[in-house]
């Protein structure tokens, strides 16, 4: 008799180490154009570079950003541009050409 296989949970923030690397999710993420994906990408964007920095220097607590960054949160825009802002992460707009 064969044991049964182990799995591990796999954690994505620990994959990201480097700002390109946090480019290339983020932008996979905005491709989606689902804000609750987006949310949660930068949650774990947040968390690679340490939750409690991010909440230092947003000003918010370590409870709030988990929360709304959560697989169910809903953070604010505010919350979200104040952590884009602290992660270095900018949002821009281009128009979109449909043939």
């Not at 979200?80 to 992460?89: D, N, P, Q």
Request: charged fraction near 20%; aromatic fraction near 8%; avoid cysteine.
């Amino acid at each position: 008799m064969s044991s049964p296989e182990k799995f591990t949970v796999y954690d994505p923030a620990e994959d990201l180490t480097s700002d390109e690397g946090i480019a290339l999710f983020m932008a996979e993420a905005f491709k989606t154009q689902d804000a609750a994906f987006i949310a949660h990408a930068l949650g774990i964007v947040a968390r690679a570079k340490g939750m409690a920095q991010i909440a230092e220097q947003t000003g918010l607590s370590r409870e709030q950003l988990y929360r709304s960054f959560s697989k169910n949160g809903n953070p604010t825009l505010k919350t979200t541009f104040a952590v884009m802002k602290t992660l270095g992460i900018q949002l821009t707009a281009k128009t979109s050409v449909t043939a």
